[in-house]
């Protein structure tokens, strides 16, 4: 689903729709019917019935060709169960589509179908948006549709409020956003993207596994908040009468599973980060940590490169994916490019002396690029303030950004190349992160030094436990994030980040 735009549109009302409803409900149940029924035996979802009767017709001998031939029902029966969504009413016949967890049937009811005053005394008073239940034998129509023929049917749930207006293609983004199981219910591309969301973290599971990577679950309340430089949501735990934080990465107590002898651990949770909402950026989202002993970041770029890889085999079925909005193709077959941060920067720049150069003639360079630059920024961040607007966009196919600068992140080995960088690489994808590594800091002095940098005064925020973990002796290891939801975003298309999320984090309602 491409990025929706909110419309101006004038309010509908619904409260005469929603008292006809409920006079509808009110005589149902004056009348000993139950509305919300509690189970209906479902055999077959709606695909599902379609694939038995396309088994059964391929059995069958050809139909003679004369006009008018048709073939018999398929004699055996099938119950299914979903969501009204079309309503036609034809008289003595219905012709009904409901909507399941697959797609969309077609339901053919008739009067005579039906036990002798049961159609037109409660199968027409249905209504748009009722879950019901039916029962039937499979026939196709003349225009060749599976249909099924209902003997029997119950009304399993009554809407009580009418599906938006017109929506097959609902497109305010504030609605879909605040009511996403209307837009769920509407936009078949949004079901589409969800479950394949779900394929996609079921088969980074098992790629995992396959490698004998273990899945552990890490606290989400943290007494500092370590792993990133992010700010945190800050919560009053009462019975203890503290603050915690929610956490802001995976990593620091992964690591600390390391130093207990879990060599290869991995966790998907949840991570709260309290900065703003844009395209790429949620305050709650999903990350994937990984953490494995004895290797080092080239160690990650094979792990990474086969995890995004068996994700296009095995979930897209192709190692080309379109670009949102443009014919340019991401080709995930071809071999990787590994660049340094450095090489970028110069080439970006113009200027092979850059790194040696002062921050004013930087801020000054910046200007000339066009590229708008906080003066207070330190010197290290006015030149990554270039590789994130000037270069990092213009990263479409999957590139290993190598040798990033130290100050950038404290929880790397320093480079023995190059003492000015770390051992790390950050794969750029269609114009952002999605996957940055590390060969990890296993030295508690060098760590704890680098630490103190970060800090500086903030002296509470040092994370005391995690460096004599680091003490007891953590082996070496390779360690890489993946932000899932960017992830998503890559592989299905998406242009926002809240259309991979569920239920996006939104300003509440006054």
């Known amino acids: 689903m491409s990025e929706n735009k909110s419309t101006e549109q004038a309010p509908v009302d619904t409260s005469d729709l929603i008292a006809v409803r409920r006079a509808k409900l009110e005589a149902l ?62 008289g003595k016949a219905s012709f009904v589509k409901i909507l399941d967890r697959d797609g969309q049937i077609q339901l053919y009811v008739t009067r005579d179908g039906l036990p002798e005053g049961i159609y037109n005394t409660y199968f027409k008073k249905l209504d748009l948006g009722d879950i019901i239940g039916a029962r039937g034998t499979l026939f196709r129509t003349k225009t060749g549709e599976i249909t099924v023929r209902v003997s029997a049917y119950a009304l399993l749930a009554k809407a009580l409020r009418p599906l938006p207006e017109k929506f097959h293609g609902m497109s305010d983004s504030e609605q879909i956003y605040r009511q996403r199981y209307l837009d769920l219910i509407a936009n078949a591309e949004s079901r589409e993207r969800f479950q394949t969301r779900s394929k996609i973290v079921k088969e980074i599971r098992q790629f995992l596994w396959g490698r004998d990577f273990t899945e552990v679950e890490t606290p989400c309340l943290h007494g500092v908040a370590g792993g990133a430089a992010a700010r945190p949501f800050v919560t009053h735990f009462n019975a203890l009468d503290c603050d915690f934080n929610l956490r802001i990465a995976l990593e620091l107590h992964l690591k600390r599973m390391l130093v207990g002898g879990f060599e290869r651990v991995f966790e998907l949770g949840r991570v709260f980060r309290n900065e703003g909402l844009s395209r790429r950026h949620n305050p709650e989202f999903t990350m994937l940590e990984v953490y494995q002993a004895y290797t080092d970041h080239r160690g990650m770029m094979d792990l990474i490169q086969g995890l995004i890889r068996h994700l296009c085999e095995n979930v897209l079925g192709t190692f080309q994916i379109k670009r949102a909005d443009s014919d340019e193709v991401i080709d995930f077959a071809a071999p990787w490019r590994e660049v340094t941060y450095k090489e970028l920067i110069i080439e970006a720049a113009g200027d092979a002396d850059w790194f040696s150069r002062s921050k ?81 800091q296993n030295d508690p002095d060098v760590q704890r030094t680098m630490f103190m940098e970060q800090v500086g005064d903030d002296i509470q925020n040092l994370d005391e436990d995690f460096l004599m973990a680091l003490e007891h002796g953590m082996p070496p290891a390779g360690g890489m994030g993946v932000g899932i939801d960017r992830l998503v975003i890559l592989l299905t298309g998406a242009a926002n980040i809240r259309d991979t999320i569920l239920f996006p984090s939104l300003r509440p309602r006054v």
């Open 29 to 90: 149940r004056a009348e000993g019917q139950d509305p919300f029924r509690a189970n209906w035996a479902q055999t077959h979802t709606s695909a599902e019935a379609v694939k038995s009767y396309e088994a059964w017709e391929a059995e069958q001998p050809p139909l003679p060709e004369e006009e008018g031939a048709h073939r018999e029902d398929c004699p055996d029966e099938v119950s299914v169960a979903g969501r009204i969504v079309v309503f036609r009413v034809m």
């Open 360 to 440: 004013t003639d930087k801020l000054a360079a910046c200007e000339k690029l066009g590229i708008q630059v906080d003066p207070e920024l330190e010197d290290f961040a006015v030149t990554n303030d270039v590789f994130e607007k000037l270069i990092e966009p213009k990263l479409i196919q999957p590139t290993f950004v190598m040798n990033i600068p130290k100050e950038l992140c404290p929880l790397a080995k320093i480079s023995e190349a190059d003492p000015d960088t770390i051992d790390v690489f950050e794969l750029c994808i269609n114009g952002q992160e999605i996957a940055p590594a590390y060969s990890e």
